[in-house]
C-alpha cells in the first residue's frame, strides 16, 4: 500500500489526526517532504511552522483560548501567512456555522465524566476541552468541505492497537496529565475522533486514511471487524433503549415508532448495527418520539 509520503499534500492542506506522540514522527516527514518539494513550497511560500499540518495547529491555537468566533477570527487574522491564515478562517467558520458548536452554558456529568474524573476540575477548563473535543471531530468529518479543497486526513495508528483499541472501542478512560483536567482520567479526544469515523464511515465528506510506520493500512474496523461490531451493537441497544423510553404519545406516531423499531431490528439481525442506529436517529431527526437528548457521542 502506498506510503504516508506519498499520499500528503500540502496544497490540499491535508492534517494529520492520531495519539499526540505518534503524530511527532508524521509531522517530520512531512517537514522532511516540504523541506525537498520546490513546488508545493513555492506555492505555499511559509517556512514549514506556518502550515498547518496537525488538527492541533487549527483547534488548540484558536478555539483552546477562545468560545467566541469574533475573538477566534481577530486571532486568526494576525497569523502571518495568507493561506494558513485563509484556511483557519474557513474552519472556524464552517465550524461556528455548525450546529453542535452551540457551547452549553454547563456539562452533564456524562460531559464532566468524560473530560476528566476529577470533581474539582474547574468547569470553565473542561467546557473548553469539550470545545476542542467537538472541533477536532467536526475537523475529522469535514475538513474537505470546511477548506474548500480535496483535503485528506492521515490518521496515524501507530500505538492504536491491541489492548489500546479494545479500550477505544469500549470508550474507557485513561489516566492524563493534562493540568486542564486535574490529573484525572479522561476519555481521549483521538478516541473519540475515530469512533466517529466508524461511526460516519458511509457519509464521511472527507477521506481518510489510516497509517502505521509510515505506510498506509486498512481501517482498524476492517483489520478487526469482530472488535468493533461490538461498539457498533451496544450503539444500537442504546439508540433502542432511548427510543422505546420516549414513545410518542399520539397513536398514530406510536403504530409509526414501532414499525421503525420493528425494521431497526430486521436490520440488526443482518449485524448492521450501524444501519439500524441510522434508523432510529432518522425517526428521532424528524421529532417523531417524545423530547429526550441524544446520546452525547452523537453530538460533535
Known amino acids: 500500500m502506498p506510503k504516508f509520503i506519498d499520499n500528503f499534500s500540502f496544497i490540499n492542506g491535508d492534517v494529520i489526526y492520531g495519539d499526540r506522540e505518534d503524530r511527532k514522527k508524521y509531522r517530520s516527514a512531512a517537514e522532511t517532504l516540504y523541506d525537498t518539494s520546490s513546488p508545493d513550497k513555492a506555492a505555499l511560500k511559509a517556512v514549514f511552522d506556518d502550515v498547518w499540518v496537525t488538527i492541533d495547529q487549527y483547534n488548540n491555537t484558536t478555539f483552546l483560548p477562545f468560545d467566541e468566533r469574533p475573538e477566534v477570527?481577530?486571532?486568526?487574522?494576525?497569523?502571518?501567512?495568507?493561506?494558513?491564515?485563509?484556511?483557519?478562517?474557513?474552519?472556524?467558520?464552517?465550524?461556528?456555522?455548525?450546529?453542535?458548536?452551540?457551547?452549553?452554558?454547563?456539562?452533564?456529568?456524562?460531559?464532566?465524566?468524560?473530560?476528566?474524573?476529577?470533581?474539582?476540575?474547574?468547569?470553565?477548563?473542561?467546557?473548553?476541552?469539550?470545545?476542542?473535543?467537538?472541533?477536532?471531530?467536526?475537523?475529522?468529518?469535514?475538513?474537505?468541505?470546511?477548506?474548500?479543497?480535496?483535503?485528506?486526513?492521515?490518521?496515524?495508528?501507530?500505538?492504536?492497537?491491541?489492548?489500546?483499541?479494545?479500550q477505544i472501542v469500549h470508550k474507557e478512560a485513561y489516566k492524563s496529565n493534562d493540568m486542564m483536567r486535574g490529573g484525572g482520567n479522561a476519555i481521549p479526544v483521538t478516541t473519540s475522533e475515530l469512533r466517529a469515523v466508524y461511526r460516519e464511515q458511509k457519509r464521511l465528506k472527507t477521506p481518510v486514511l489510516f497509517y502505521r510506520n509510515l505506510e498506509q493500512v486498512l481501517p482498524p474496523w476492517e483489520e478487526d471487524a469482530a472488535l468493533w461490531q461490538q461498539y457498533g451493537k451496544a450503539r444500537y441497544f442504546k439508540y433502542k433503549t432511548r427510543m422505546e423510553a420516549s414513545m410518542p404519545v399520539n397513536p398514530t406516531a406510536q403504530v409509526a415508532a414501532l414499525s421503525m423499531l420493528q425494521r431497526a431490528q430486521i436490520v440488526a439481525d443482518t449485524d448492521d448495527f450501524l444501519a439500524a442506529v441510522d434508523l432510529i436517529r432518522e425517526f428521532l431527526r424528524f421529532g417523531l418520539a417524545a423530547a429526550t437528548p441524544l446520546p452525547d457521542d452523537d453530538e460533535l
Not at 491564515?85 to 455548525?98: G, I, L, P
Not at 452549553?104 to 474524573?117: F, I, N
Not at 474547574?122 to 469539550?130: E, F, G, K
Open 73 to 166: 477570527l481577530q486571532l486568526i487574522a494576525g497569523l502571518k501567512q495568507a493561506l494558513p491564515r485563509e484556511r483557519a478562517t474557513r474552519y472556524a467558520n464552517a465550524f461556528f456555522d455548525h450546529p453542535s458548536s452551540t457551547k452549553p452554558a454547563t456539562l452533564t456529568q456524562q460531559q464532566r465524566t468524560k473530560e476528566s474524573s476529577i470533581a474539582t476540575a474547574r468547569d470553565s477548563d473542561l467546557l473548553a476541552l469539550q470545545r476542542i473535543r467537538r472541533s477536532c471531530k467536526f475537523g475529522v468529518l469535514n475538513l474537505a468541505q470546511a477548506l474548500g479543497t480535496q483535503a485528506k486526513i492521515h490518521f496515524v495508528l501507530d500505538s492504536l492497537h491491541g489492548e489500546r483499541m479494545r
